[in-house]
């Protein structure tokens, strides 16, 4: 299948996005900003989702939409492992957690985990969307 300029735009900007995010992930972490942390990670992981998912022309205006397409086209169909069902999952709820919830803290080592977990998931994307564009 052949993609347009324009798709192919869309996906390796949002695939820079979270990558950029993934950075902001590394600082924070660094910083000891966990929650900070926890958010920059999780939203590597999203726009990382996303990107995939422009390739089939789709996006989702939340982030449920986003997460529940993403597995039912890339987890359900083989295309990545269940294991990324799982960090989508746990980034989620944990983002959720530190940015709604009074008075949580994210544990160090959670965020630590998270971050490691957002890195594999953006690299997954990453290589699965490099070779799709050569192949175009």
Do not use: W
């Not at 993403?70 to 294991?83: E, M, R």
Request: glycine share 2%; proline share 1%.
């Amino acid at each position: 299948m052949a993609y347009s300029k324009e798709i192919i735009d869309l996906v390796m900007y949002r695939l820079n996005k979270a990558k950029t995010d993934l950075d902001s992930a590394k600082k924070t972490l660094e910083l000891e900003m966990f929650d900070a942390a926890s958010n920059r990670s999780y939203y590597a992981i999203f726009h990382a989702a996303r990107a995939v998912l422009a390739f089939d022309g789709e996006d989702y205006k939340k982030h449920s939409g986003v997460i529940s397409n993403f597995q039912k086209n890339y987890i359900k169909t083989g295309i990545f492992d269940k294991l990324m069902s799982n960090i989508i999952k746990s980034a989620f709820d944990m983002r959720c957690d530190s940015d709604y919830e009074d008075f949580y803290a994210v544990p160090q080592e959670d965020v630590i985990k998270q971050v490691e977990e957002s890195e594999y998931f953006v690299n997954q994307i990453e290589a699965y969307l490099k070779e799709k564009i050569e192949l175009n």
